[in-house]
Nanobody
Framework: DVQLQASGGGLVQAGGSLRLSCRTSGFAFGDYAIAWFRQVPGKEREGVSRIDNKEVTVYYDVSVKGRFTISSDNAKNTVYLQMNSLKPEDTAVYYC?????????????????WGHGTLVTVSS
């Protein structure tokens, strides 16, 4: 079974940092894109960043570019999201997801496995 376990969320002051981890199992880690999404109540889940492992390319939403860094550790089947210079508007539940192919996209429909999410709260 494919499993994703997201962790690392918490409460941090604006300007602070957190590192999220997404530990995965049950599939060929290097063959599929993996992404981080986030969601706040009443809004749609939005893509934050993804790593297309086949080509080792990364993507960032404009709202986090320059502040967040996605990386992967193939030996640990884990994807990380380093979040720096956090802002109150980054507050959300963050989810990691596995794409249906090696090249992911921004739509939730392009992902078929999801972790349970980890809450990030940034205070002003």
């Amino acid at each position: 079974d494919v499993q994703l376990q997201a962790s690392g969320g918490g409460l941090v002051q604006a300007g602070g940092s957190l590192r999220l981890s997404c530990r995965t199992s049950g599939f060929a880690f290097g063959d599929y894109a993996i992404a981080w999404f986030r969601q706040v109540p009443g809004k749609e889940r939005e893509g934050v960043s993804r790593i297309d492992n086949k080509e080792v390319t990364v993507y960032y939403d404009v709202s986090v570019k320059g502040r967040f860094t996605i990386s992967s550790d193939n030996a640990k089947n884990t994807v990380y999201l380093q979040m720096n210079s956090l802002k109150p508007e980054d507050t959300a539940v963050y989810y990691c997801a596995v794409a249906r192919s090696a090249v992911g996209g921004s739509s939730v429909r392009e992902y078929n496995y999801w972790g349970h999410g980890t809450l990030v709260t940034v205070s002003s």
